[in-house]
């Protein structure tokens, strides 16, 4: 049956989509930008839910989306389990890749690490080390444990990295108080391509980072950006080489500036918050070697978030704070545009914000997510509640739906 569904799905690929898709974290493009329109502006837990899925166990992951196949991590009976649903809310399978580790933090999980899909296959990450390569029809085609063939991670807390696709690779950051590292693997036999050090003397925590990489071209060539350890630093995605790095981000030697949330690139610069939502800095792209005294193109004290990631669109970058300020700025010059505060609550922001259709979409942990006008001012359209839920996995926009991941439920929101 499942060689059966296999083909099907292989087919399915080869012909041209007609479906949006949403392979990783971040979307498409890695910045948090949607592609079509015609999403709901208004909804609640009754109102314009298509359907709710129960979970069989808890999970932080974001879903991602491959020809209306939606794909994402839970806990199944105490083991990392990758769950597949049709996009009415129909479980097609669920299949077990290890022994969960569960979290420590109340926010997180064993499943805190996002799917990442080509639309041949899935590739799941997990705090207990396991790295899994998953068709479509849910068989295992290869499976290793970062654990044993690197040690343990050293994580003060639990594992929130994604595994980032290149063109030939699975990629995986490892960023913590030991021996760090880029790992590349073959994304269809799992063999090792490269291994890149990323060893560098940030001080006890700050050595630490929870952020996911990001994949992007220039120059007719994908590198990759990462942001950890008081630097940002790029590499080639083809040999893991490094290209630059940009050093200063803790020039006071703090010794807990960890990292969660993740850097964006466009418009040629890349957009790194740090130092627990205390500083945002743009960095051109390009150069060699330490460019930080070159292509640093502007900082911003006292302005940034320490687990919401910044959304960039039309030369603007949105930045969410973790209490709910949303500030916009202009990429090239960082001057501030506008800002503004949604409603007080003692519940935080740890989802990242989406821009879709011309709005902003800001999920707070409680469940509610505020919808904010990409315009000339601070203006809030519209605000959305879920009750009794506990939401930190960035929501999902395909097809004119909304994918809302809570602990323990997705929600499909529509029109």
């Keep these: 049956m499942r060689m059966i569904a296999s083909l099907a799905l292989c087919f399915a690929f080869a012909a041209a989509t007609h479906a949006a898709n949403w392979p ?14 015609g999403f ?13 899925f129960e979970l069989p166990g808890k999970g932080a992951s974001t879903p991602a ?4 196949r939606i794909i994402l991590t839970s806990a199944i009976e105490g083991q990392n389990g990758v769950i597949c649903l049709d996009r009415n809310g129909k479980s097609l399978w669920q299949t077990k890749v290890g022994t969960e580790r569960p ?23 997990f705090k207990s080390g396991e790295l899994a390569c998953l068709d479509f029809a849910g068989d295992i085609v290869w499976q290793k444990n970062m654990h044993d063939l690197y040690g343990e991670d050293t994580l003060w807390w639990d594992l929130g990295t994604s595994p980032v696709l290149t063109k030939d690779h699975i990629v995986v950051a490892v960023i913590h108080s030991g021996p760090s ?27 630490q980072t929870y952020s996911t990489p990001v994949v992007f071209d220039e120059g007719g060539r994908q590198h990759i950006v990462v942001l950890g350890a008081d630097h940002v630093t790029a590499y080639n995605a083809a040999d893991g080489k490094e290209l630059w790095r940009v050093g200063g981000l803790n020039p006071g030697r703090n010794e807990y500036f960890r990292s969660i949330a993740s850097p964006v690139v466009a418009d040629g610069i890349v957009v790194a918050p740090y ?19 070159s292509h640093i193109v502007w900082s911003k004290d006292s302005l940034g978030a320490d687990v ?61 997510t505020f919808v904010v006008a990409q315009g000339d001012e601070f203006k809030v359209l519209a605000t959305n509640e879920l009750k009794d839920e ?12 909304i994918l809302i991941r809570t602990m323990e439920r997705l929600y499909c929101v529509g029109k």
């Design 40 to 52: 709901p502006e208004h909804w609640s837990s009754t109102e314009n839910v298509l359907w709710k």
């Design 308 to 368: 919401p990631s910044p959304v960039v669109q039309n030369g603007k970058t949105y930045i969410c704070g973790d209490k709910g300020g949303v500030t916009c700025l202009e990429t090239q010059t960082g001057k501030v545009l506008w800002s503004g505060e949604t409603a007080k609550n003692r519940h935080q922001f740890s989802s990242s914000p989406v821009i879709a259709d011309g709005k902003i979409y800001l999920t707070r942990e409680d469940g509610t």
């Design 103 to 125: 979290g420590k933090h109340n926010k997180a999980t064993g499943c805190n690490p996002s799917p990442v899909t080509d639309g041949k296959h899935i590739y799941t990450y």
């Design 275 to 293: 130092a627990r939502g205390k500083s945002l800095t743009a960095i051109r792209l390009g150069g060699k070697g330490d460019v930080t005294k």
């Design 181 to 207: 590292f880029l790992a590349a693997f073959g994304k269809s036999d799992g063999k090792l391509a490269w291994k890149q050090d990323r060893s560098l003397d940030a001080p006890r925590e700050a050595a």
């Design 390 to 401: 506990f939401v930190v996995a960035t929501p999902v926009f395909v097809d004119g739906r």
């Design 65 to 68: 989306v491959w020809d209306g």
């Design 24 to 37: 990783n974290w971040r979307g498409p493009d890695y910045n948090g930008v949607a592609t079509g329109t």
